[in-house]
């Protein structure tokens, strides 16, 4: 396979992301066609490619190898199911799904199809977060003890995301899950271990109607480290400096404080070094360049592990793994009892009390 022909299903703000990413920056994969929502014909045209009507249609195309799966969460399950059957790789946005169990069928799916599933963790691939995740493979601060990340947003901001994309108001998933979806990935992938128990909150405190934009959050980790976890969608109307993917680490022998957005720093022995600083970005514009180094970070993982036989980067596991933490979170505030994980089953019946 030399060129892999892709095809998005979606036409939004992530479907602008995608497409601008593969027709300008990605190498080795070519745009095809676009399926899904009013707006995929503008879409196509501005790209000059095909907007076919159903996905059943865009996956009868044989031309493409692989799909991008840009629209509601709801959707992809069923999307993935149809892909994985037409023999087409998947890159499926997240949350890959809204349940554990819609995350085990997709994962079954393309293993049954022998196609590769790679869920979106654009996170992972900002140049801040790369650095520290080999700052902490290299040792430089020693063993992981402790972490805290916080991601906060103005409710200014949240209230129309949710008004402009009715499915985020689902309260079994909703906002809450397509944002933490993101500080749990990074909490799992920076501490180096699986998630043990969690014990957290999860509320809304103002009256928009809009559920779970407020969580607090105690993980423990199977290594022995700990970690916490705050977000908030409802400030008012101003957020804090340096507040979008916030992250602080305590090793063995030394200390990091990051955000994806703004810097890298590192203590060790006792002095603070400014490692790196991550160049401005428009994180509200699908085609700011800056913006995109971390989407085309991911879409070219996905086009060369195809190409060459390989894992994907991000699994089907650690999607897995980012929704079960969300929905073992969201049992949690309901029980009001910490969580054991592994989840046995989807968290609908009696909690798993843990420490």
């Given amino acids: 396979m030399t060129t892999l022909g892709i095809g998005i299903v979606g036409?939004?703000?992530?479907?602008?992301?995608?497409?601008?990413?593969?027709?300008?920056?990605?190498?080795?994969g070519q745009l095809i066609a676009i399926a899904g929502g009013t707006r995929a014909p503008a879409l196509a045209a501005r790209y000059g490619i095909t907007s076919e009507p159903t996905l059943d249609a865009l996956l009868a195309r044989p031309e493409i190898d692989a799909v991008i799966l840009a629209g509601p969460e709801q959707l992809r399950p069923e999307q993935t199911a149809q892909a994985a059957a037409a023999g087409k790789h998947i890159l499926t946005e997240k949350p890959m799904a809204t349940s554990i169990a819609a995350c085990d069928a997709m994962i079954a799916a393309c293993d049954a199809a022998q196609v590769q599933l790679m869920?979106?963790?654009?996170?992972?691939?900002?140049?801040?977060?790369?650095?520290?995740?080999?700052?902490?493979?290299?040792?430089?601060?020693?063993?992981?003890?402790?972490?805290?990340?916080?991601?906060?947003?103005?409710?200014?901001?949240?209230?129309?995301?949710?008004?402009?994309r009715p499915w985020y108001s689902d309260p079994e998933a909703g906002l809450f899950m397509s944002q933490g979806v993101h500080n749990f990935d990074l909490l799992r992938w920076l501490v180096g271990s699986e998630a043990s128990s969690i014990y957290a909150r999860v509320t809304s405190y103002g009256d928009h109607g809009i559920p779970n934009l407020s969580a607090v959050a105690t993980i423990g980790f199977t290594n022995g480290a700990t970690g916490q976890l705050w977000i908030n969608m409802e400030l008012p109307n101003a957020t804090f400096p340096d507040s979008q993917f916030h992250s602080q680490v305590i090793g063995a022998h030394g200390l990091l404080d990051f955000d994806g957005y703004t810097h890298l720093d590192m203590a060790v022995g006792g002095e603070w070094q400014r490692v790196w600083t991550q160049p401005p970005l428009d994180p509200l514009d699908p085609l700011d360049p800056t913006r995109l180094g971390s989407f085309t970070g991911q879409v070219q993982a996905f086009i060369d592990c195809?190409?060459?036989?390989?894992?994907?980067?991000?699994?089907?596991?650690?999607?897995?793994?980012?929704?079960?933490?969300?929905?073992?979170?969201?049992?949690?505030?309901?029980?009001?009892?910490?969580?054991?994980?592994?989840?046995?089953?989807?968290?609908?019946?009696?909690?798993?009390?843990?420490?």
């Fill in 11 to 28: 036409s939004g703000f992530m479907a602008n992301t995608y497409a601008e990413v593969i027709v300008r920056h990605a190498q080795g």
């Fill in 119 to 164: 869920v979106v963790q654009s996170q992972r691939f900002r140049g801040v977060h790369q650095r520290a995740k080999r700052l902490i493979d290299e040792g430089k601060i020693g063993q992981v003890r402790e972490m805290r990340i916080w991601s906060l947003f103005p409710a200014s901001w949240s209230i129309p995301v949710v008004q402009s």
């Fill in 306 to 355: 195809i190409r060459d036989g390989q894992p994907p980067l991000v699994t089907g596991a650690d999607g897995r793994a980012a929704v079960e933490l969300c929905q073992a979170a969201l049992l949690s505030a309901r029980t009001g009892e910490a969580i054991r994980l592994p989840l046995r089953g989807e968290p609908t019946g009696s909690p798993q009390p843990g420490c």
